[in-house]
């Protein structure tokens, strides 16, 4: 076997293995934050699940995309800086999907914590009748 198809064999097995175990842990850790960001359950968990699927489609098809390489592989040397680089900027995609991810969801959560603790700014004192006529 060339040792160009190795390289992407072992990209692909470690690529496609980095992105279900990410997509697992923040699902099942961002369960919790998106239950109280958006305080219902049912949301939460379809939210939750519609993330991950998102999750799974933009990173799989980076990942597929970001296979093919221009360059041959020559030796056991090759094999490693192909993969280095590969997988390195399939890493910083998955962490800035997850940085972008917990960004948004940290916004809606203070919009809405910023809701439930809003106080009139003087609390009323008596009640006027309208007007006759009006």
Same mark, same amino acid.
């Given at each position: 076997?060339?040792? &160009?198809?190795?390289?992407?064999?072992?990209?692909?097995?470690?690529?496609?293995?980095? &992105?279900?175990?990410? $997509? =697992?842990?923040?699902?099942?850790?961002?369960?919790?934050?998106?239950?109280? !960001?958006?305080?219902?359950?049912? %949301?939460?968990?379809?939210? *939750?699940?519609?993330? !991950?699927?998102?999750?799974?489609?933009? *990173?799989?098809?980076?990942?597929?995309?970001?296979?093919? /390489?221009?360059? &041959?592989?020559?030796?056991?040397?090759?094999?490693?800086?192909? %993969?280095?680089?590969?997988? +390195? !900027?399939? %890493?910083? !995609? %998955?962490?800035?999907?997850?940085? +972008? *991810?917990?960004?948004?969801? *940290?916004?809606?959560? =203070?919009?809405?914590?910023?809701?439930?603790?809003?106080?009139?700014?003087? &609390?009323?004192?008596?009640?006027?009748?309208? $007007?006759? /006529?009006?």
């Amino acid at each position: 076997m060339d040792r &160009t198809v190795i390289a992407y064999v072992i990209y692909l097995v470690v690529s496609i293995g980095l &992105t279900i175990w990410v $997509a =697992r842990t923040l699902s099942r850790n961002g369960r919790v934050f998106l239950a109280d !960001v958006l305080r219902d359950e049912k %949301l939460a968990d379809a939210v *939750n699940h519609l993330l !991950v699927v998102g999750f799974y489609l933009v *990173n799989l098809g980076f990942v597929a995309l970001y296979l093919s /390489g221009d360059e &041959t592989i020559e030796d056991t040397r090759g094999i490693f800086e192909a %993969l280095s680089t590969k997988l +390195g !900027v399939v %890493l910083l !995609v %998955l962490g800035g999907m997850h940085l +972008g *991810n917990v960004y948004v969801l *940290n916004r809606i959560r =203070r919009r809405g914590i910023m809701e439930r603790e809003q106080l009139p700014p003087v &609390t009323p004192q008596e009640w006027i009748a309208p $007007a006759a /006529g009006a």
